[in-house]
C-alpha cells in the first residue's frame, strides 16, 4: 500500500460519532495540550493476556501490501513459546493507515483482559484516540472513540506515548510525553474510563524549557518499579554527547509522575545500540528495567536495574548474553511478558530472518531473573508469508522515532549476463539527473568518476565504455575530452534512456550543477582510474590527480562533497591525496547503502516492495533518534514514500 504523506479519514461509522467535549489548546504550554504514554496494570494479573488463560500474549499490527490492516494474536503455550498467529481484528483497505498510528497495550478497562490503545493522526490535523477492547478469546471488538481534538491543538507527530496503571486503580492509563520542539516538554496523563476509554488528558509533569529536555534523546518503559502498586516511568536519556542514565518517574495517586530521580549512568554506551523493555524478571513483585545492548562487535546482552532505597534505577546485572553473530538486533521486536505463567517476567519477540521468514522466539525467566537462550515457536512459511517490515508488535511503551535519514539518490544498473544490453542509463552523472533526484526526496547523489585518455580531464558517466552515448565505442580511458575521433565531449545518451539527449558532464561542471540544485555529492571513483593513478607515467599520472583534487579543493567550502572508491589497491592512495589536500571530511559520514543485493536492479525495475523488509532491517540497524543518518538507495522516490511515519 502507498503510503501518503498524511493520515487519510477513517471510512468507518466511528469516526463521524460525536466526540467528547475535550479541551484542547495547541502545542505551546497549555496544560491540555498532547502528549502520550501508556502501561499496564500493576497486579499480579499478567500483561497483556488476550485470552484470559493466565499467560501473557504477545499482539501484532499487519500492515497488507493489498491496503487491508490486521491485530494478529500469538497466544502463549505453558512452555512460553508461541502458537501461530490468529486474526484478532482486521479492517479493509483505505480505513487505516499503520504509519500514522501509535499504538499501545493494556488492561484499559480493568477486566483482566488485554486490550488495544492508539492515538490516530488524520489527515487534517484532528488526532484521536481509539481502544479496541480484548474479547477475551484472543479477539478484539471494533474501536471505541473515548477523545478527540479538532486541527490546531495536538500535534501527533509530537506525541510519545506509553501505558500502565499510573493511579493504581487496576485500569491501565495512558501517559503521552509531548515534545514542544523547544525543550519545554510536558507529560500528560489520560486516566482510563471502566468502559475502556479515556477522560480528559491533564498536565502530569512539567519542565521549564531551560532544561531544554530533547525526546529524541529518550527511551522509554513502563512498570511498578518501587512495588507501590502504581505503574511508573523508567527512561534512558543521553543527555550529553557519550554519556547516557537512567531516571525513574515514579507515579503518584492521582496518576501523575514525581519529579525524577536520576540514577545509573554510563560513558562508555552508545545511546543508539540500547534497546528499553521492563518486566519483573525474578518475580519478586518489583519490575525493573531493562537494557539490550548491541555491542560493536556483533554480541548482545541484556542488564536489568531495580530502583534502590533512594528511588534510584541501580544494581545492574546481566541477564542473558549472546555470542558474537548468533542476534541481530535490528532483525528483533521486544515484547516482556510472562509467557509460560510461571510468575516471573520473559522476553517475547518477533525475528525477521534474512531470507524473509519471521519467527516467534521466547528467551524465558529463571528463578534469579536470568533468561534462557530464546525458544522457537512459531515460524512464517511460503504460504502464510510475513513481511517483517510489515508487522509491528504492540507493547505497553514506546519511544520516540529516529531522524529521517538523509537519503542519497543512485541510478540503477542492472546485473547478470549482458546487462550492458539492458542497461537505460539511469545515473545521476547530469544536471537532468540531479534535478530528478531532488524532486523524488533526495537531498544529494551517489555518481561516478572517470578519467579519460592521460587523465586529461576528469569526466562523470556509469560505464567503461561509451556505450549507451552516440558514435563509436570505445574505452573511457581510452578517449580523448575534445578533439579526434575518440572525442567524448558532445555524444549523446540514446534514446532508449530516460535521460535521451543529455551529454556527459566534466567533474567541475557537474560539481557545479549540483552545488546549483543544493545536493551534497557523494562520487564513486572507479575502479577503472586504478592503472593510471597507480602505475600511468609520472606526469599522466599527476594530471589525472589534480583532475580529482583541484575540484574538491575549489568547491570544499561552498558544498558538501564525499568521495570513496570500491577498489581495494586505489583507496589508500586516493585518502592518502584527500588528506593531503587538507579534505579530510571528504572521507567520512559516507551515505550508507540500503538495497538488497539479493533483489538487485533490473529494467523494468523490481516492485519496491521487494525491498521493504531489508529497508526495515537497515533503518533499524542504522537510524539513530539523534542523528540523521545518511542512506543510499536506487529506488529513490519509493523509499522517500516509504520511510513516512517510520521517522521523524
Known amino acids: 500500500m502507498e503510503q501518503p504523506a ?17 479541551s484542547s489548546a495547541s502545542a505551546t504550554g497549555n496544560d491540555n495540550a498532547p502528549h502520550t504514554v501508556a502501561g499496564s496494570a500493576a497486579s499480579t494479573a499478567p500483561r497483556h493476556d488476550y485470552n484470559g488463560d493466565g499467560r501473557s500474549d504477545m499482539a501484532s499490527w499487519y500492515d497488507y501490501s493489498q491496503g487491508q490492516d490486521t491485530i494478529h494474536t500469538f497466544t502463549a503455550r505453558a512452555d512460553g513459546g508461541f502458537a501461530p498467529p ?6 479493509p483497505k483505505g480505513n487505516f493507515w499503520a504509519e500514522h498510528m501509535k499504538r499501545v497495550t493494556g488492561d484499559f478497562n480493568g477486566d483482566g483482559i488485554g486490550d488495544v490503545a492508539a492515538f490516530y493522526g488524520y489527515d487534517g490535523g484532528k488526532v484521536s484516540l481509539f481502544t479496541w477492547l480484548g474479547k477475551g478469546n484472543g479477539t478484539f471488538a471494533d474501536y471505541l472513540t473515548s477523545w478527540s481534538v479538532e486541527p490546531g491543538n495536538w500535534t501527533f507527530d509530537a506525541i510519545t506515548a506509553q501505558a ?26 489520560f486516566l482510563a474510563d471502566s468502559d475502556g476509554g479515556f477522560a480528559t488528558p491533564f498536565s502530569s509533569f512539567a519542565r521549564a524549557e531551560a532544561d531544554k529536555w530533547q525526546v529524541e534523546r529518550m527511551k522509554f518503559a513502563t512498570g511498578d518499579f518501587n512495588g507501590d502498586g502504581r505503574d511508573d516511568l523508567g527512561v534512558l536519556d543521553s543527555y550529553t554527547a557519550g554519556t547516557v542514565r537512567l531516571m525513574a518517574f515514579t507515579g503518584r495517586p492521582d496518576g501523575g509522575f514525581a519529579e525524577p530521580v536520576s540514577g545509573w549512568q554510563s560513558t562508555g554506551w552508545q545511546f543508539d545500540r540500547v534497546s528499553v523493555v521492563s518486566g519483573d524478571f525474578d518475580g519478586d513483585g518489583r519490575d525493573e528495567f531493562g537494557t539490550w545492548y548491541d ?48 510468575g516471573r517476567d520473559d522476553i517475547g519477540a518477533l525475528y525477521g530472518y534474512g531470507g524473509g521468514t519471521v519467527t516467534a522466539l521466547t528467551f524465558t525467566a529463571r528463578a534469579d531473573g536470568t533468561l534462557v537462550d530464546a525458544l522457537h515457536s512459531w515460524s512464517s512459511t511460503a504460504t502464510d508469508y510475513w513481511t517483517f517490515a510489515r508487522v509491528a508488535t504492540i507493547e505497553r511503551y514506546n519511544s520516540s522515532l529516529i531522524a529521517c535519514p538523509t537519503l542519497f539518490g543512485h541510478g540503477g544498473y542492472p ?12 545515473e545521476p552523472n547530469h544536471p537532468k539527473g540531479l534535478a530528478d533526484q531532488k524532486s523524488w526526496g533526495a537531498s544529494g547523489v551517489e555518481a561516478d568518476l572517470r578519467l579519460t585518455k592521460d587523465g586529461t580531464k576528469a569526466v562523470m558517466w556509469h560505464n567503461n565504455t561509451s556505450r549507451g552515448l552516440s558514435g563509436t565505442k570505445y574505452d573511457i580511458d581510452k578517449m580523448t575530452w575534445a578533439t579526434g575521433a575518440e572525442q567524448l565531449k558532445g555524444r549523446t545518451i540514446y534514446d532508449a534512456s530516460p535521460y535521451a539527449g543529455e551529454t556527459v558532464y566534466t567533474f567541475r561542471e557537474w560539481l557545479e550543477s549540483a552545488r546549483t540544485q543544493q545536493m551534497a555529492a557523494f562520487v564513486e571513483l572507479k575502479k577503472e582510474t586504478a592503472p593510471l593513478l597507480l602505475n600511468g607515467e609520472t606526469s599522466a599520472r599527476e594530471a589525472g590527480w589534480n583532475e580529482i583534487i583541484a575540484p574538491l579543493k575549489e568547491r570544499a567550502a561552498s558544498q558538501k562533497i564525499m568521495i570513496y572508491t570500491l577498489n581495494d589497491e586505489l583507496r589508500p592512495e586516493l585518502q592518502k591525496r584527500v588528506r593531503a589536500a587538507g579534505l579530510d571530511a571528504m572521507l567520512e559520514n559516507h551515505p550508507r547503502w540500503i538495497d538488497d543485493a539479493e533483489v538487485g536492479w533490473e529494467e523494468p525495475p523490481p516492485a519496491a516492495s521487494r525491498q521493504f523488509a531489508y529497508w526495515q532491517y537497515k533503518l533499524n540497524k542504522l537510524g539513530s533518534p539523534v542523528d540523521s543518518v545518511p542512506m543510499v538507495t536506487s529506488w529513490t522516490s519509493d523509499f522517500a514514500t516509504w520511510v513516512q511515519g517510520k521517522c521523524r
Open 6 to 22: 498524511t493520515v487519510r479519514a477513517l471510512n468507518d461509522s466511528a469516526a463521524d460519532a460525536d466526540w467528547p467535549a475535550v
Open 86 to 91: 490468529a486474526e484478532g481484528w482486521t479492517t
Open 164 to 189: 500502565g496503571d499510573f493511579n493504581g486503580d487496576g485500569r491501565d492509563d495512558i501517559a503521552a510525553w509531548y515534545d514542544y520542539h523547544n525543550g519545554d516538554d510536558k507529560l500528560f496523563t
Open 295 to 342: 555491542y560493536a562487535d556483533e554480541h548482545d546482552a541484556l542488564f536489568a536495574f531495580g530502583l534502590d532505597a533512594t528511588g534510584k534505577f541501580a544494581g545492574q546485572r546481566e541477564l542473558f548474553n549472546a555470542p558474537t553473530g548468533h542476534y541481530d538486533r535490528a532483525r528483533m521486536y521486544l515484547v516482556s511478558g510472562d509467557y509460560n505463567g510461571d
Open 415 to 426: 546485473t547478470g549476463d549482458n546487462s550492458w544490453a539492458r542497461d537505460k542509463v539511469r
